[in-house]
Protein backbone atom coordinates (compact mmCIF):
# COMPACT_ATOMS: atom_id res chain seq x y z
CA UNK A 1 0.00 0.00 0.00
CA UNK A 2 1.29 3.24 -1.13
CA UNK A 3 0.06 6.67 0.51
CA UNK A 4 -0.21 9.80 -2.23
CA UNK A 5 1.82 12.72 -1.76
CA UNK A 6 2.72 13.95 1.77
CA UNK A 7 1.59 11.20 3.22
CA UNK A 8 4.04 9.04 1.24
CA UNK A 9 6.83 11.24 2.74
CA UNK A 10 5.17 11.07 6.31
CA UNK A 11 5.34 7.15 5.83
CA UNK A 12 8.43 7.03 4.42
CA UNK A 13 9.96 8.92 7.23
CA UNK A 14 7.79 6.86 10.11
CA UNK A 15 9.44 3.77 8.51
CA UNK A 16 13.02 4.98 7.97
CA UNK A 17 12.91 5.91 11.82
CA UNK A 18 11.30 3.05 13.20
CA UNK A 19 14.23 0.91 11.47
CA UNK A 20 16.94 3.32 13.37
CA UNK A 21 15.06 2.77 17.02
CA UNK A 22 14.10 -0.97 17.39
CA UNK A 23 17.90 -1.76 16.07
CA UNK A 24 19.27 0.86 18.60
CA UNK A 25 16.81 -0.14 21.44
CA UNK A 26 17.66 -3.88 20.44
CA UNK A 27 21.48 -2.93 20.75
CA UNK A 28 21.24 -1.67 23.45
CA UNK A 29 18.84 -4.40 25.39
CA UNK A 30 21.04 -6.92 24.54
CA UNK A 31 18.13 -8.30 22.19
CA UNK A 32 20.66 -10.52 19.73
CA UNK A 33 20.20 -13.61 17.74
CA UNK A 34 22.07 -15.65 20.07
CA UNK A 35 18.90 -14.64 22.67
CA UNK A 36 16.85 -15.22 19.42
CA UNK A 37 18.17 -19.06 19.50
CA UNK A 38 18.49 -19.88 22.60
CA UNK A 39 14.82 -18.61 23.60
CA UNK A 40 12.77 -17.73 21.10
CA UNK A 41 9.54 -16.50 23.22
CA UNK A 42 11.45 -14.63 25.14
CA UNK A 43 13.18 -12.51 21.88
CA UNK A 44 9.83 -12.33 20.84
CA UNK A 45 8.54 -10.96 23.94
CA UNK A 46 11.45 -8.07 23.96
CA UNK A 47 11.22 -7.51 20.39
CA UNK A 48 6.76 -6.69 20.67
CA UNK A 49 8.14 -4.54 23.62
CA UNK A 50 10.94 -2.89 22.27
CA UNK A 51 8.61 -2.48 18.46
CA UNK A 52 5.47 -0.61 20.60
CA UNK A 53 7.98 1.40 22.62
CA UNK A 54 10.09 2.47 19.30
CA UNK A 55 6.22 2.97 17.37
CA UNK A 56 5.14 5.65 20.46
CA UNK A 57 8.16 7.23 19.90
CA UNK A 58 7.81 7.77 16.28
CA UNK A 59 4.36 8.51 16.20
CA UNK A 60 5.05 11.25 19.01
CA UNK A 61 8.44 12.91 17.20
CA UNK A 62 6.70 12.73 13.56
CA UNK A 63 2.68 12.35 13.15
CA UNK A 64 1.21 13.98 16.61
CA UNK A 65 3.62 17.39 16.41
Given at each position: ????????????????????????????????????????????RRM?NIH????EIV???????
Open positions: FSFPGPFAEIDQACNERMAIIVSDMARQEDVTEALKAADQMEWVNSHAELTELVYE
